[in-house]
DNA sequence: GAACTAAACATACGGTCGTACGTATTTATT
DNA sequence: AATAAATACGTACGACCGTATGTTTAGTTC
């Protein structure tokens, strides 16, 4: 009768990992993924921090699990719903609503997760950051790939600009700017060609 | 004959506060602010730990006089050589170009001291978040002083703009794109009217 | 149902943290 | 020289950290 249970069973294996994960994520996001500890993951959970260890090993392993299912809901919630537009200029508009969406009521509490942890690890060599940069790559790479499809625009320095104005953007909303969004939207409608009609 | 020593003599108050902050500045800049302890700080300098405390009181004092420091620091590298420029153009690019002097051959080991803290505090209501929003909104008003001197350009607009990209550019420094700096450059003229001639 | 594996737990260890308190030492003031 | 104030230090405390080891429980396989 402990708290760690789910449908009535006791969480087991991989249906344990995702739900220490999922409240991980949450708790990354806000306090960073220093601020993750066995001990604290155990608490808020209700069970008990061996437990959690058995899990993942070693504190860096469940970091790396953190990220991966940080990328998931990432995806989730920006990538798949702009998936049905059409390559181009409506599939990036449809990104960045999504993403200050994601970045302004809070998927995770304490803003873009990538945001709040490249920063602190982009000066420590390892697999965290590798994995953390990879991601970042990875998305900036996307950007890049729709742009190519609008003709008189450098590809990699409008991504790079994007991404640049929406990570800005995530830190005034944090710092109670609320216009932050709008800013970042007009920034990013100067930096495409002039809108064709329709 | 301790380590705790400068000019032969003893630290001593004001003396021994610049000596400590000067290297958690340091620390604070690669590990964050949260990485920052009287122990550690201890250790490094070869002075007592209480010794420390004596003179912060509580870390989140200790933290506070760190945000001061660098912003010191921070004036000495970028704001005062750029002092000496005439207002507008001219005075905001050089501010561009220490500024990536600043964050590309180290003055801190972590890279611009506000990238890397503000992530982390933007979720966290309390004084040190608010002295670091000051600074950076002091960052960004001095840059939009300069935009005003420039005709044709909406000065809040372009500065936050100016400053989301210094900022990711510090990143892609930090992850080991050396290109980061000229690809920040050239985003920059961009974003300004096209040169005068001169 | 017996044997085996995986999962969750209990407990323990050394280490560091932040803070508090008392003591010695240095500087400043009288 | 005596006194007061500011500094620096030694030590101690409870709390949490990450990790390691052994044990119990829950599923799985034969």
Redesign the interface.
């Known amino acids: 009768m402990s708290e760690g249970e789910q449908d009535g069973r006791l969480l087991r294996g991989a249906r344990s990992r995702q739900t220490v994960v999922r409240h991980a994520v949450d708790v990354a996001s806000?306090d960073?993924l220093?601020?993750l500890s066995f001990g604290r993951l155990a608490t808020d959970l209700g069970i008990s921090k061996a437990g959690i260890q058995t899990l993942f090993g070693t504190k860096e392993n469940l970091q790396l699990a953190v990220i991966e299912g940080a990328r998931e809901l990432f995806a989730e919630a920006v990538l798949r719903p702009a998936a049905d537009q059409p390559p181009g200029i409506a599939r990036l508009t449809a990104l960045i609503e999504r993403w200050l969406d994601y970045a302004g009521k809070p998927l995770f509490?304490?803003?873009c997760f990538w945001?709040?942890?490249?920063?602190?690890f982009?000066?420590k060599p390892g697999p965290v950051?590798d994995l953390l940069?990879r991601q970042?790559q990875a998305w900036r790479d996307l950007l890049a790939g729709e742009l190519r499809h609008i003709a008189e625009i450098d590809a990699e320095?409008t991504a790079?600009?994007i991404?640049?104005?929406l990570?800005?953007?995530n830190?005034?909303l944090?710092?109670g700017d609320h216009a932050a969004a709008d800013?970042a939207r007009?920034?990013v409608e100067r930096l495409l060609p002039e809108r064709t009609a329709g």
Do not use: E, K, M, W
């Open positions: 806000a960073g220093d601020g509490p304490g803003g945001a709040a942890n490249l920063p602190v982009d000066s950051r940069a970042q320095s790079f600009q991404d640049a104005v990570t800005a953007a830190i005034a944090r710092l800013t007009r920034t």
